[in-house]
């Protein structure tokens, strides 16, 4: 099938997903935390399980195209939602993917590793916690791919480089006009940080919102802050507008639990809760946790009462399917 290939800012992207997500305000939710909640359902963009790395892919891939590469390796930890995702992309326009995943977790044909066997993606792993070592070893199979005839490029982790992140830049203006249509303010925009690139373009175009994010941090990460600070301010330059965001505007909340890709019981709870009330699964990698860290501040009063909140389910169910028994 022939996908459909626009230019905004200048820059080539081409449709994988469906979009608009439905932007979808959350009553009993609501009731219980004493805000206007509402839920960005980027789960439901219609590749794959849905999630948030098809916007990014959507820019990237373009990219890939036009540039003429025909080959596209990724990496990312054992059940990387961003590897998976990309497969499905890359299969939708013809493009080969494989996948270098980290040997840790789980790392049997469960989740999204099931899905990548369905897709026969190749999937190499390396038994490494540095991401250095995995970017080391995706030069080697690079060299050796160029060896064997074909032009490969190389996503990194996440897709959370400037291109990438200009996908979540369209997200929040996806939300503006939504939220326009709907009638309500956008005072705060809660998602997962991960490897940034979400929050980072999210931070950028909540700005001719007004609106505050928090990223919710599901891995222990150093200097996390200055790095998406860095990305925003790099993707406001491809972008060509003025950043107007400054280091302490980069918000992070830690509720990482037992570690990343571990489950925490809050994050259970909260997908329970989640499940039970709403009939929404969140996953128990990112935005169950998330939804667990959002729980935990409003207990805390970080938000004003009656204000209108605006969580980003940015996908990951195929967690669920790999790290419950
Ligand atoms: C389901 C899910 N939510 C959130 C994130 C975080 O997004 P980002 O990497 O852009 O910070 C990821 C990243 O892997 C993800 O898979």
């Known amino acids: 099938m022939r996908q459909e290939t ?15 997500t439905p932007l979808v305000r959350l009553e009993t939710i609501s009731r ?12 439901l963009c219609g590749v794959a399980f849905g999630g948030n790395k098809v916007r990014k892919l959507e820019y990237l891939l373009a990219h890939a195209k036009a540039k003429g590469f025909d080959t596209i390796l990724t990496a990312g930890g054992a059940q990387s939602n961003h590897a998976l995702l990309t497969a499905a992309c890359c299969g939708k ?18 989740g999204n590793l099931l899905l990548a066997s369905l897709l026969k993606t190749p999937v190499r792993f390396i038994d490494t916690d540095s991401y ?63 490897s940034g690139g979400t929050h980072a373009g999210l931070l950028l175009g909540a700005k001719k919102l007004g609106a505050r994010v928090t990223g919710i941090v599901v891995s222990v990460e150093e200097n996390f802050q200055e790095e998406i600070y860095r990305l925003t301010l790099e993707t406001a330059q491809l972008a060509g ?3 107007g965001i400054r280091l302490e505007d980069v918000v992070l909340k830690a509720y990482i639990g037992p570690g990343y890709a571990r489950p925490s019981e809050e994050g259970d709870a909260a997908i329970r809760f989640m499940a039970e009330k ?25 938000f004003a ?21």
């Open 6 to 20: 626009t230019i905004r800012r200048g820059i080539e992207k081409i449709r994988l997903g469906h979009y608009p």
């Open 32 to 43: 219980e935390t004493g805000l206007h909640f509402y839920i960005k359902r980027d789960d």
């Open 93 to 110: 326009l013809g493009l080969d993917a494989l996948l270098l995943l980290k040997k840790r977790g789980v790392t049997e044909a469960k």
């Open 132 to 194: 250095a070592e995995v970017y080391a070893q995706a030069e080697t199979i690079m060299d050796d791919l160029r060896a064997g005839g074909k032009n490969p490029w190389l996503i990194p982790v996440g897709g959370s480089v400037p291109l990438g992140a200009l996908g979540y830049l369209d997200a929040a203006e996806e939300i503006a006009s939504q939220a326009g249509e709907q009638g309500f303010p956008v005072d705060h925009i809660l998602c997962c940080s991960g």
């Open 241 to 243: 507008i003025d950043p």
């Open 278 to 302: 709403e009939g929404i699964f969140l996953d128990p990698v990112y935005t169950g946790k998330a939804f667990a860290g959002f729980l935990d501040l409003c207990a805390q009063g970080f």
């Open 305 to 325: 009462p009656g204000e209108h909140v605006v969580f980003v389910h940015t996908g990951g169910g195929p967690a669920i399917f790999a790290l419950y028994p």
